[in-house]
């Protein structure tokens, strides 16, 4: 790490994310895999957006993302596929509202996702 010349804050993000301890941009697959270790087990086949969220932000063993706006990214892009998951505005019982499998979406993480 560099002390002189730059900033100290902004060398020090820059080695965070040299060394991948802070990501900038996060593939649809790493999202998924994580999904699939740890919140898609014992018959659960949904998990909300801001709660995986503010997961990021508690469990040091969930990847450290640069902003909110890292994950929303990632759920855009997986949302694309069919090899990713879906998306919806959220669940009632076994139904989900407005779901959405392989279309484009524009869809923001908020409280109820």
């Known amino acids: 790490m560099n002390t002189t010349g730059k900033s100290v804050g902004s060398e020090l993000e820059r080695v965070c994310v040299e060394n991948e301890l802070v990501i900038t941009t996060w593939s649809p697959v790493h999202l998924r895999d994580r999904l699939k270790e740890l919140y898609w087990k014992g018959g659960k086949t949904a998990a909300g957006a801001m709660a995986f969220w503010e997961d990021t932000l508690r469990y040091l063993y969930l990847p450290r993302l640069k902003g909110r706006d890292v994950l929303a990214q990632a759920i855009r892009e997986?949302?694309?596929?069919?090899?990713?998951?879906?998306?919806?505005?959220?669940?009632?019982?076994?139904?989900?509202?407005?779901?959405?499998?392989a279309i484009p979406t524009s869809r923001s993480m908020t409280r109820s996702c």
């Open 78 to 101: 997986g949302a694309k596929s069919h090899d990713y998951f879906g998306t919806a505005y959220g669940q009632t019982g076994e139904t989900f509202e407005v779901f959405s499998l």
